[in-house]
């Protein structure tokens, strides 16, 4: 486990800077770019690849991101990917470049392939197909007649975070969680609500008023754990569909004077390298963004040297991570 001050020298700022961000204090005012070296830091050290000394390869990549600077510093999941993606590449002696969305079809003559990390709109989609250059797709794949991909098992993940809670007591679970949006705009339910609510109405404990919807940003954990703490019915436990909205989760627990996990007990979802900062440290479940970042990496390798026709679809495990932020439910 990498120490503020090795994130801070990596990152070049203060140690107090270090611990307002990974906290996400909206009262320090420091730029985009220096919160993002904070967090690359910070993903840098939280795993380590052997260097290897390689030679300077034939190919060329582009990456190909689906959201914002603003949206990467939010939800540092992406960040941790494309950290690893990167930390790949330069392994590897493969030269790549950052694809502008606003660019034009020039970018085609430049690239062997294409790494395409996000969830994607179809005029995206086919503009990557119209550069006609092999592509791996990083936690989406939409169409996996024409791409490779590395995903998620979200329905796994998720059970294995509610077996937890269930086992240590539990029976009145909250989650709270975002919107999807797939290629084509249209909205839908997050997978991780779906396998929730599923599985709560096999055990006959679902409480549909304590699912609570907005966006995936500490605003959003905050208000509306405080208003689902406001109702008749109160939770013991809530799932979180990633770790940025537990932070809000937290802030609001403490206005209200609520311990975690003494009262209420708190369980994440990423495993964001700011999870084992938090106070209490979060459970949560942790995905293997270096692994996700590697293995797409070597898809698309193989692809461009195997000239392979064929796609591959690779679904890469989680593992609940056990620290303080859950226990078991007082008794009354």
């Known amino acids: 486990m990498a120490t503020i001050k090795e994130i801070a020298t990596l990152a070049n700022v203060s140690i107090t800077t270090v611990s307002r961000v990974l906290n996400y204090d909206e009262t320090l005012n420091v730029s985009p770019e220096t919160r993002k070296r904070v967090f690359e830091a910070a993903e840098e050290l939280s795993y380590v690849i052997t260097p290897k000394k390689k030679a300077k390869s034939k190919w060329t990549i582009g990456l190909y991101d689906s959201f914002s600077l603003e949206e990467e510093l939010v939800d540092t999941y992406y960040l941790s990917i494309r950290v690893a993606l990167e930390k790949k590449l330069k392994l590897k002696g493969i030269d790549f470049y950052r694809i502008d969305k606003g660019g034009n079809a020039e970018y085609s003559k430049k690239i062997d392939g294409i790494l395409c990390l996000g969830t994607f709109k179809s005029k995206d989609i086919e503009r990557i197909k119209h550069f006609d250059k092999p592509c791996v797709f990083i936690d989406s794949n939409p169409d996996d007649r024409y791409f490779d991909s590395v995903i998620i098992d979200f329905p796994s993940a998720t059970k294995n975070a509610l077996n937890y809670l269930t086992e240590l007591g539990h029976k009145s679970i909250g989650f709270i969680g975002g919107v999807e949006t797939d290629m084509y705009g249209n909205r839908f339910k997050d997978l991780r609500q779906d396998v929730f609510e599923n599985y709560l109405k096999q055990k006959n404990i679902f409480k549909e008023e304590l699912v609570k919807i907005g966006g995936y940003d ?115």
């Open 218 to 332: 500490p605003k959003d954990g905050y208000n509306l754990l405080k208003e689902m703490l406001s109702g008749q019915q109160k939770p013991t436990a809530i799932f979180v569909a990633n770790d940025t909205i537990a932070v809000g989760c937290y802030k609001a627990a403490y206005e209200l004077g609520i311990k975690v996990p003494e009262e209420l007990s708190i369980v994440g979802f990423n495993d964001v390298a700011t999870a084992q900062y938090m106070v209490p440290p979060l459970t949560t479940v942790k995905l293997y963004t270096e692994i996700m970042g590697e293995t797409a990496v070597d898809l698309l390798v193989e692809k461009l040297s195997s000239k392979r026709e064929v796609s591959k679809k690779i679904t890469i495990n989680t593992k609940l991570i056990i620290r303080e932020s859950a226990a078991a439910p007082r008794k009354k």
